[in-house]
């Protein structure tokens, strides 16, 4: 979400824990498939202390290399397989859940039915990372690495503790959360409650999205109990099962109801069937991906059955630790449901005006395509360096921290800020192009709001690399005021566009806010880890590699922009002048960008290029 780790959906994005640390707003499924070691005491750090990755990063010069520090044993060590192997399951998980939202335009447009929908499938991630999800993964997964390796039975014990205790919490609150689905309702959106008719969809489809909190409470437990043993397959790749079987259920709703440019469906005119449709291949998602655990548990030899003595075992001193993780959440939640009330009465206002694809659906489906290469560059960089950051943390090797660090943000950055400025330049022909079957008007405007999400990667990747380093020295107090401070300025941010904008481009605006809100929440945590490591974090080197990839990728980035604006202009914007404009301008962008960042330089780029090349083995 979910960051602890974890938005965009949680305003906290997927702590040390949830895969991002700030959210806008999430499918429960999304949560569940992230909530992944990723991040903060890294279960790898446990299992795989003196494996490191990075030789085969360091094909560039001295600098652009895995600080010294730490001895590389190349692609042979098991981190560097295991960290292979979560990024492949990362990526595919992120283009099935791509498809996805592709395949959900298709069916149900974009508009004020799909906001009922999403308003109705984030209610279930909040509620579980309020409850426990965040304190499952930033405290409990490290006490259960400590008990399989301190207990007798390889904390077998612990792990059925855990999985009992949560099953059961999860239970009364999924039981609690349907009968209160329309509280719940008309708590995220008071403009989808004064709608009778949008409410009974939205307060239906709540009550089948609901229970795949349990579920998804079920498959971060046999996870992170796998993960603890070293084996990460199950975790990364059972993700996928969900999105095939909800790409499956919007499928078959399109093969019985017709897709929406055809059927041009609405909260007004879709069948009770519809719903059930909808709602039934939802949960049944998330009931996949949780049973198919169950195989790769049973093979890793741990016998799971409910154990209720709770007292005496550790469990009560790792809620108590969790309190900064619980106030985390709740700060990501505030603001999740602030911008959810804006951006769902926006987008209903806008349709009203006859333009479509301006609410929280637009902002959810441009959010997920411009986070990815956070969520897939960014990630698999740090979980590379994560476990080497704790152990010289615990050593108080503070130079050894800073430097991998410094190697992270300069890394990452070699690929993320050119993909912030694509973003910005080629936002409309994307979502044109990718969202063409929920209709011209509602695919532009998810482009235009990708387009205002644009830069914001650039210090949204560079948040999650800092806030790494205070979950190294187990510090969660400082995330926390960080994330308020995204919380706060995101919703007064958000609040200013929502009374200012026409309802057009007021969720724009407020996708525009998050960046400026994470662009503030960086600055904030890097002065506080600057004095945490005594002053020196490399800031004069990031700058300037960061001042660098700026001054490649923003004339790459005009460039691009105007011949697809003159070709979107020349052929239309339907989805052969959409492919042609983003072809040709992604062509214009990676060309320019290419031919000025060897013309200036970047060592980190040329690094990079030489890493490519030695996997191609040429």
Known sequence: MAEPRGHHNLWGGQGSHLTDDTIPL?????????????????????????HSVGSEAGAGNQGDQLPPTVPATGGVSSLAKSSALMAAGTIVSRLTGFLRTLVMATAIGVGTLNDSYQVANVLPTMIYILVGGGALNAVFVPQLVRAMKNDDDGGEAYANRLLTLVTVALAGTTAIGVLAAP????????????????????????RYCLPTMFFMGVHVVLGQVLNARGRFGAMMWTPVLNNIVIIAT?????????????????????????VQLLGIGTLLGLVVQALAM???????????RPRFDFRGHGLGKAMGLAKWTLLFVLANQIGMVVVT????????????????GSGITAYNFAYQMWQMPQA???????????????????DGEIAAVRDDLSYGLRTSAVAIVPCAFAFLALGVPMAALLYA????????????VLMAF?????????????????????????????????????????????????????????????????????????????????????????????????????????????????????????????????LVGAAVLLSVFVGLARLLRIHEFGAMLAMVRGRLGR
């Open 454 to 582: 644009g830069l914001g990667l650039i210090p949204y990747s560079a948040q999650y690399v800092i806030l790494r380093g205070f979950y190294a020295y187990e510090d969660t107090r400082t995330p926390f005021y960080n994330t308020l401070v995204v919380a706060l300025v995101n919703a007064s941010a958000s609040g200013l566009c929502f009374v200012l904008l026409p309802p057009r481009w007021a969720v724009a605006g407020m996708a525009a806010s998050y960046g400026l809100a994470v662009t503030i929440g960086s600055a904030v945590a890097w002065r506080r880890l600057r004095r945490q490591l005594g002053g020196d974090l490399d800031g004069a080197r990031i700058l300037r590699t960061y001042a660098r990839l700026t001054s490649a990728a923003a004339p790459a980035a005009l460039a691009a922009g105007g011949v697809a604006w003159a070709l979107l202009k020349g052929l239309g914007t339907n989805a052969l002048g959409s492919l042609a404009a983003l």
């Open 437 to 448: 079957g929920s209709g011209t008007e509602g695919a532009q405007g998810i482009g235009y």
């Open 183 to 206: 509280l719940l309702v008309h708590m995220m959106s008071p403009d989808i409650a004064s709608d009778p008719r949008r409410m009974a969809i939205t307060v239906a489809f709540a």
């Open 341 to 356: 009330q804006l951006a769902t009465k926006a987008g209903a206002a806008a349709e009203r005006t006859g333009h479509t």
């Open 26 to 50: 999430r499918a429960a499924s999304e949560v569940a498939a992230e909530a992944s070691p990723h991040s903060g005491h890294d279960v790898t750090e446990q299992s795989q202390r003196s």
């Open 294 to 304: 169950l195989p790769y548990v049973r093979d890793a030899g741990v016998t799971l």
């Open 250 to 274: 919007f499928g078959v709703f399109i093969w019985a109801f017709g897709g929406f440019t055809d059927s041009g469906i609405s909260p007004a005119t879709i069948t009770p069937e519809g």
């Open 376 to 394: 897939i560059i960014t990630v698999s960089v740090m979980t590379a360096v994560l476990p080497r950051i704790s152990r010289a943390a615990q």
